[in-house]
Every structure is written in C-alpha cells, then in structure tokens.
C-alpha cells in the first residue's frame, strides 16, 4: 500500500509579518494534526498488514486484497465542518472522527468480519461505533463494514489517541461502490429513478455472487485440507 508522503512544517512564525501570525499559526497546526491523523493511519494499515502476514503463515492464504488510505484535505474538512454547522477551530476540528480513512477489500464476506473481528481484539484498539451495511445495507444498495477506531500514537514528547474510519468491502462491494459514486459524481448525483432501482438490482446481484463465490471457496478450502 502506498501512503501519502508527510507535509512540511517549515513555517517560521516569527518570520510572518504580525497582522499574518495568527493565520500562518492555524495552518502550522493543520499540518501538524494532517501529519498526526496519517501516523495513526501507518498505526492501523502496519496492524493489518500483520495480521494479512500471519493468515498467510498459518492458513496459506491471505484475507485482504488490498488497501487504500487517505487523509481529508483542509478544505474537505471544513467543509464538513459547515455541514455539520461546527465552528472553525481547532475543538471542532477534534469532534470529525473521519479525517484519517483506511478502506479494506477482502476477497470474501467471511474475511471482512475475521479481519476486523481481530483487529478491535488488540489491546491498544478502541472500538468507538460499528455499522454493519453488510447485514444491513443502505437502500441505495450501498454494502460494507464501518468501523470508528481509536489508535495511540506515540509522538517525542507525548501519546496521542486519535480515530480512524475504516471501510472493509468484498472485491465486488468496493466495484460497485466505486462505480455508483463515479456514475453519480458524473451526473452531480442526479440519477433517474430507473437507474437508481438498476444499480440496487446490480447490488443484489453481486451480494448473490458474493455469496457464492464464499461457498465455493469453503469447497476448495476442503479439498486442499484433505490433501
């Protein structure tokens, strides 16, 4: 998985001219707290990883595709912030629980909850909220597993807990997910009724090879123990 390089803080407040301190001090601290949220993301993704290492170890087989992270840019951010009509400071800013987002694809649905059944076990894992769009998906068809973590990270001088969202989706979750939120952001997120009951009917389909593809991969697990 390729992470985002660490912004720069390179901001000499002194520097600034006096009437521009208070604005370059704000966004020394955007990219401080920018620079924190993608070390608690390394924290999470490094967590998974051993986990993916030690399904391969042990079972000769590993449960995530892949993963992708990202971190909300400023702008994203305060745009939430509005949405939510929070204020713009720094205790607002602390109250988003999604700035730092990993999105984990599995191959089956019985990886999604091994996977993350075993990393809120950690000791230094704290479950903050879970929905369950698998048991339970949105009406738009929309299917996957949220979960809202806290991780520590350990800085020189101190020990911040920060949360994490993280997404895990099957292979056919995550296709359908990203072509509905491509087709949608193309038409500015109006679609015509007939296309939103085809994308729910294309949901359905998927979730019913999902399942199939999970029992058939039950049947080939047995073949290989008996060997």
């Known amino acids: 998985m390729i992470l985002e390089r660490s912004d720069k803080i390179d901001i000499d407040i002194d520097s600034v001219p006096m009437p521009l301190r208070d604005i370059a001090a704000e966004a020394q601290w955007f990219i401080k707290m920018r620079n924190r949220y993608r070390s608690a993301?390394?924290?999470?993704?490094?967590?998974?990883?051993?986990?993916?290492?030690?399904?391969?170890?042990?079972?000769?087989?590993?449960?995530?595709?892949?993963?992708?992270?990202?971190?909300?840019?400023?702008?994203?951010?305060?745009?939430?912030?509005?949405r939510k009509g929070f204020d713009i400071s720094k205790d607002s800013v602390r109250k988003l629980t999604d700035i730092a987002g990993i999105r984990v694809i599995c191959n089956y649905i019985n990886d999604v909850y091994d996977v993350s059944e075993l990393l809120i076990k950690q000791d230094d894992i704290d479950l903050i909220r879970k929905r369950d769009y698998i048991a339970n998906p949105k009406k738009s068809g929309y299917r996957s597993l949220h979960l809202i973590v806290t991780v520590p990270i350990f800085l020189t001088e101190s020990v911040e807990v920060l949360p994490v969202e993280i997404q895990f989706r099957t292979i056919a979750m995550d296709t359908w997910?990203?072509?509905?939120?491509?087709?949608?952001?193309?038409?500015?997120?109006?679609?015509?009724?007939?296309?939103?009951?085809?994308?729910?009917?294309?949901?359905?389909?998927?979730?019913?090879?999902?399942?199939?593809?999970?029992?058939?991969?039950?049947?080939?697990?047995?073949?290989?123990?008996?060997?």
């Open 41 to 82: 993301i390394k924290e999470v993704s490094t967590k998974l990883e051993i986990l993916d290492d030690e399904f391969q170890m042990k079972n000769n087989y590993t449960p995530i595709h892949h993963m992708e992270s990202r971190v909300k840019s400023v702008q994203n951010i305060m745009e939430k912030l509005q």
């Open 177 to 227: 997910a990203s072509l509905e939120h491509e087709l949608k952001y193309k038409n500015k997120g109006d679609l015509s009724e007939d296309a939103q009951m085809e994308l729910i009917a294309c949901a359905n389909d998927l979730a019913d090879i999902d399942q199939r593809m999970q029992r058939i991969h039950k049947m080939a697990d047995g073949i290989i123990r008996e060997l």
